[in-house]
């Protein structure tokens, strides 16, 4: 295997871990529905929110390790991955603690790492 299957792999992580925000916002403000069926998926999104969270982390830190030959080389990547890390360990901090406080660094982070995604994603050696 090689550094673009992991690459794509992180990219469909984070799409799986943004949809159930995506349905939400999209079905309060457009949609504004409570179809059986379009609620069934938002819920299934939500249900492995958390794994393909951590599956993300995984997926980003081998991506890295496989390009950089280590994580920690001054590089948009490396910054992109301590977000992710970060974004992660707040989520798993509200899952467990079940403080508010928590759920919006996790959410404010989150914003953050998906502009470092973009800014990855289309200038990766701008550092």
């Known amino acids: 295997m090689n550094y673009v299957f992991f690459a794509w792999t992180s990219v469909l992580f984070l ?21 059986k069926t379009y609620m069934n998926v938002l819920k299934f999104f939500r249900s492995i929110h958390k794994p393909s969270g951590l599956l993300f982390v995984i997926s980003s830190y081998i991506h890295g390790g496989m390009i950089l030959g280590t994580v920690f080389k001054l590089h948009t990547g490396t910054i992109l991955f301590f977000f992710i890390l970060a974004t992660v360990i707040f989520g798993i901090i509200f899952y467990r603690i079940k403080k508010k406080h928590f759920l919006k660094y996790h959410r ?20």
């Open 15 to 35: 799409t799986i871990v943004l949809l159930p925000l995506i349905m939400s916002r999209l079905n309060k403000y457009v949609l504004k529905t409570s179809n």
């Open 108 to 127: 404010i982070l989150a914003r953050v790492t998906f502009f470092l995604f973009a800014l990855h994603f289309f200038k990766p050696w701008i550092i």
